[in-house]
């Protein structure tokens, strides 16, 4: 049994007949017909019932069928992968991201790398930048997008940008739009925070003498702007995760003397083979800026 074989028989079953099927596959009927025959001569099983006019598939058939498709499909991915690799001008990208490193720059640079490679289509995980650094290094994605921080030394890197934490709320929250905010006034607001700086902002905080007493500590950026959106406190998160005219209710306020500052980075293994990968990769290279 070949992916032929396969191919020949499950254009017999969409088309319901050996003369749809074989007009389909340009080729006669005799020759289609004796390819279906020693299908079932070789698996030792009857794979339709034949009448004057239709094939119909049998148990037996209806199992192949679904199985044909399956594997023919895992054929088909594998050859796009395999000409991602030689040439790098079609096939498919696999690219994780977190739920924080979608913002406008981001979008605007793949937009801008589809527009020149038509022929690459994508395959995005979502995911927190550990997850996604582990798949990088099981080759379950060929790049990722991440937060810092993360060991580097294990990848290629490109940093797109370096932002402060903020505190985004519903403006009913501060006395002034503009303001910033401390962290003893933020100390007694219901606050809203990202795991992945809990123990940095426990520190910030302890070394003013504050306690951190969080409302809300989550593990999706997304998440804690949407607590901050339905009202229910002031999120603690990257700057970028609020884009212009997400909600017109919110605000964004820096946060005086907090040095955590975090960059969206895009990551590669420095041995991945993948042509459109490497591609990809260099197209945020050329204007990323200096370090």
């Excluded at 925070?193 to 951190?212: C, H, P, V």
């Amino acid at each position: 049994m070949d992916l032929w074989q396969l191919n020949y028989f499950v254009k017999v079953v969409e088309e319901g007949s050996i003369s749809a099927a074989a007009r389909k596959l340009h080729m006669s009927q005799p020759p289609l017909s004796l390819q279906i025959k020693r299908l079932e001569s070789e698996l030792g099983v009857p794979l339709f019932l034949r009448d004057s006019r239709n094939m119909i598939l049998t148990d037996a058939g209806d199992t192949l069928y679904h199985r044909a498709k399956a594997i023919l499909n895992l054929s088909a991915i594998a050859m796009k992968e395999v000409h991602s690799i030689a040439g790098g001008t079609s096939g498919i990208l696999r690219l994780g991201t977190t739920s924080s490193s979608g913002y406008t720059k981001v979008r605007e640079k793949i937009q801008a790398f589809h527009l020149q490679n038509p022929g690459i289509s994508f395959e995005v995980y979502e995911g927190d930048s550990y997850t996604l650094i582990d798949m990088l290094h099981n080759g379950e994605l060929d790049a990722a997008f991440v937060r810092t921080p993360f060991p580097q030394k294990d990848f290629s890197c490109v940093s797109l940008n370096t932002e402060p934490l903020v505190a985004i709320g519903l403006t009913s929250f501060f006395e002034d739009p503009r303001q910033s905010v401390s962290l003893s006034w933020l100390q007694s607001r219901p606050l809203i925070i990202y795991r992945r700086w809990e123990t940095l902002l426990r520190n910030a905080f302890n070394e003013k003498g504050l306690d951190l007493c969080p409302l809300c500590v989550s593990d999706d950026a997304r998440t804690c702007l949407g607590w901050a959106i339905s009202g229910l406190g002031i999120a603690l998160i990257p700057a970028s995760t609020l884009e212009p005219g997400l909600d017109q209710s919110l605000t964004s306020h820096p946060i005086e003397n907090l040095d955590i500052r975090s960059s969206i980075t895009l990551i590669m293994n420095p041995n991945e083979k993948s042509k459109i990968a490497q591609k990809f990769f260099r197209s945020f290279q050329e204007d990323s800026p200096p370090t």
